[in-house]
Structures are given as C-alpha cells and as structure tokens.
C-alpha cells in the first residue's frame, strides 16, 4: 500500500523558513519521480517543484531562488527547504508520486499517489 505522509508545515512570518518532509512507502520510491503541489483557497493545485531519479529538479518561477526540492533515496523521504517565504505562500502542500516515471513535470495528472498535504501560513 502506497503511503506519502506530509510533516513540517507551520506558520511564519514574511521573509522565514520551513522545511517540509515526505515519508514515503509501500513502492519504489528511487525509480520514481517525485513533485511537491500547492493549494490556496479557491484556488486550482499547482506545481512547485519535483525531482526525478537522478536528481534532476524543476521549479515553479515563483518559487525558483527560494525553495530547494532534494531527495533520499536510502530513507525514501522527499524534502522542501522553503526560505523567503512571501504570504502568496500560503497552501495546503501536498507529496505527490509517479512510480517508474522519467524526466519529472510540474502537472498534476503526471502522478499516481499524493499525500494528505501539510498547511503553510505565512503572515505579513
């Protein structure tokens, strides 16, 4: 049974850090790629970052300078460094999987498993 648990969000203040966390099990997390989504109220999901099995990362231009995406194929965890943070940040921030996959994308449909997300408030 796929699982991806989400842990690290928090509320900030404009201009702070957060690191988010994404244990994942249940398939082969280094054959896969892996992406971290976004959703504000009212809004449609978006990508913001996802890496594949090689390391090779894309970013959302919004957030491109600012959050590092990086993965650990040995604990199979996916990790979302998040500095500057701006209020336009604020979102329910999901893990999400696409097992066997190649050269990894920012859209939604691309994966197969998400995971419950993690809530980001930054205050202005």
């Known amino acids: 049974q796929v699982q991806l648990v989400e842990s690290g969000g928090g509320s900030v203040q404009a201009g702070g850090s957060l690191r988010l966390s994404c244990a994942a099990s249940g398939y082969s997390f280094s054959t896969s790629f892996m992406g971290w989504f976004r959703q504000a109220p009212g809004k449609e999901r978006e990508g913001v970052a996802c890496?594949?099995?090689?390391?090779?990362?894309v970013y959302a231009g919004s957030v491109k300078g600012r959050f590092t995406i990086s993965r650990d194929n040995a604990e199979n965890s996916l990790i979302l460094q998040m500095n500057s943070l701006k209020p336009e940040d604020t979102a329910m921030y999901y893990c999400?999987?696409?097992?066997?996959?190649?050269?990894?994308?920012?859209?939604?449909?691309?994966?197969?498993?998400w995971g419950l997300g993690t809530q980001v408030t930054v205050s202005s």
């Open positions: 999400a999987a696409r097992p066997g996959g190649s050269f990894c994308n920012l859209n939604p449909p691309s994966y197969n498993f």
């Open positions: 890496t594949d099995k090689y390391g090779r990362t």
